[in-house]
């Protein structure tokens, strides 16, 4: 069975500043997807950003990039340029062939002014 | 687009009473819908998968006969709490996949705003 773990239940950044949230993974499949979806307070889920795993290149999106390291099974979610709106909680999720989706425990990142 | 709403956002009832909540993909069909419950400060846990025009497919430890859902359609999914308790407050989310081409990888799921559940 796949797990997902997020190692940090809560950190905090300054404003501007750039932030790295952990996540590993286990799974036997080679298959697969990864996503970080964010869950700011009004609770909507909203997806930030996926990788492909057999695509070696890591994944951008504007201020947010991963760096995935398949042989480690690692998933980390840089966000550069923290902004106010960033604070929320963010989970690290897997998806198989099953179309499930496996959530990491979730890290609440607060930004500060 | 891939726009996934939830009816209704908020629902107060009383011990014993049934609960039915909605969710409705907007600009796209999908076959199958995920149905979670999200306890306040922790992660999302899987409660079943909904698959249009078949019976929908549970997790382990959760009670179908309290936890009714129908996929009557490729928009519409419904989650129908039996007999709700004060245990079963909760927050309720759906989520529909945004059908994939190529066969046999998940793509990604995107979800609805969720509903948050109060038995009194």
């Known amino acids: 069975a796949q797990t997902v773990t997020q190692s940090q239940p809560e950190m905090s950044v300054q404003e501007a500043e750039t932030v790295t949230l952990s996540c590993t993974y286990d799974?036997?499949?080679?298959?697969?997807?990864l996503f970080w979806y964010k869950q700011p307070p009004s609770r909507q889920m909203i997806l930030v950003i996926r990788?492909?795993?057999?695509?070696?290149q890591n994944a951008t999106e504007n201020r947010f990039s991963v760096n995935f390291q398949k042989a480690a099974k690692s998933f980390s979610l840089k966000i550069s340029d923290s902004q106010l709106g960033d604070t929320a909680m963010y989970f690290c999720?897997?998806?198989?062939?099953?179309?499930?989706?496996?959530f990491g425990q979730g890290t609440t990142l607060q930004v500060k002014p | 687009g891939a726009v996934v709403s939830q009816h209704p956002s908020r629902v107060i009832c009383k011990s014993g009473t049934s609960v039915k909540i909605e969710c409705r993909s907007l600009?796209?069909?999908?076959?199958?819908m995920f149905w979670y419950r999200q306890f306040p400060k922790q992660s999302l846990m899987l409660m079943a998968t909904?698959?249009?025009?078949?019976?929908?497919?549970?997790e382990q430890g959760v009670e179908k006969d309290k936890f009714l859902i129908n996929h009557a359609s490729l928009t519409l999914s419904t989650l129908t709490v039996t007999s709700a308790h004060p245990e079963d407050s909760s927050f309720y989310i759906c989520?529909?996949?945004?059908?994939?081409?190529?066969?046999?990888?998940?793509?990604?799921?995107?979800f609805g705003p969720g509903t948050r559940l109060t038995v009194l």
């Open positions: 990788q492909e795993a057999y695509k070696q």
């Open positions: 799974t036997s499949e080679n298959n697969y997807y």
């Open positions: 600009d796209f069909q999908a076959t199958t």
């Open positions: 989520s529909a996949g945004v059908p994939v081409l190529a066969g046999g990888v998940s793509d990604t799921q995107y």
């Open positions: 999720a897997f998806g198989s062939n099953t179309g499930k989706l496996i």
């Open positions: 909904s698959n249009e025009g078949s019976k929908a497919t549970y």
